[in-house]
């Protein structure tokens, strides 16, 4: 059964700090990795990752992924506490060629506080 | 371009009756997946449909089920609801159901 692992569970730093969410994923049928944000109801998209070594930044946002070590890292730097949040990492892997199915991790608790 | 809706976006049920979630996704997106949230579990693949077909399902019992209309417009339905089924039921949406999905605010269901 495919697994995506997510750590920390939560995480509370002070505005400013910089922060890194882990991502380890065990599936057959890798396709993607992605990194979406929920705060309060409907997960918004941050990342998507295919390809090993090559990060893509937003902002202050920025992830990378090794598909050799089986894991995701997303940094978060200059944290503000717009960022708090769930950080949810979920693994594109279906069973089939082209369906599509998504197995998010539990996801990181970030809080960021004054 | 309008996002995903889906209603309701609150409902109460008590146990053993049925529930009919409603998702439409985004104009010209042709792929709608659901997915359950609870604090313990997180975020569980249910069903996804495309072009009105079944083409992935999850490892929940088959009293959930889903339907997909021809306008791309997607139902879920739980039957004999329990305790266990309050959760917040999310859809996604995407072109041909690769890559990125995106996330209607969900219905939250609270079974009593």
């Known amino acids: 059964e495919d697994k995506v692992v997510q750590s920390p569970l939560s995480l509370v730093v002070h505005e400013g700090d910089t922060v890194t969410l882990n991502c380890s994923y065990e599936?057959?049928?890798?396709?993607?990795l992605l990194w979406y944000k929920q705060e309060k109801k409907a997960p918004t998209f941050l990342f998507m990752l295919t390809s090993s070594g090559i990060e893509k930044k937003s902002g202050r946002l920025s992830s990378i992924l090794d598909k050799k070590e089986l894991f995701s890292i997303l940094n978060i730097t200059a944290t503000q506490t717009g960022d708090s949040a769930i950080y949810l990492c979920?693994?594109?892997?279906?069973?089939?060629?082209?369906?599509?199915?998504?197995?998010f991790g539990t996801g990181t608790r970030l809080q960021v506080t004054l | 371009k309008a996002g995903v809706t889906q209603t309701p976006r609150y409902l109460i049920k008590t146990r053993g009756q049925q529930v009919t979630l409603s998702c439409s996704p985004i104009?010209?997106?042709?792929?709608v997946s659901w997915y359950q949230q609870t604090p313990g579990q997180g975020l569980q693949f249910l069903f996804e449909?495309?072009?009105?077909?079944?083409?992935n399902k999850g490892n929940f019992p088959g009293r959930f089920s889903g339907r997909q209309f021809s306008n791309s417009r997607s139902e879920m339905n739980v039957s004999t609801l329990e305790l266990g089924d309050s959760a917040l039921y999310l859809c996604?949406?995407?072109?041909?159901?690769?890559?990125?999905?995106?996330f209607g605010p969900g219905t939250r269901l609270t079974v009593t």
């Open positions: 104009s010209g997106h042709r792929s």
């Open positions: 979920a693994v594109e892997a279906p069973r089939t060629g082209t369906a599509s199915k998504l197995t």
């Open positions: 599936v057959t049928n890798f396709r993607s």
């Open positions: 449909y495309f072009s009105e077909t079944q083409r």
């Open positions: 996604a949406s995407s072109l041909a159901g690769r890559g990125q999905q995106y």
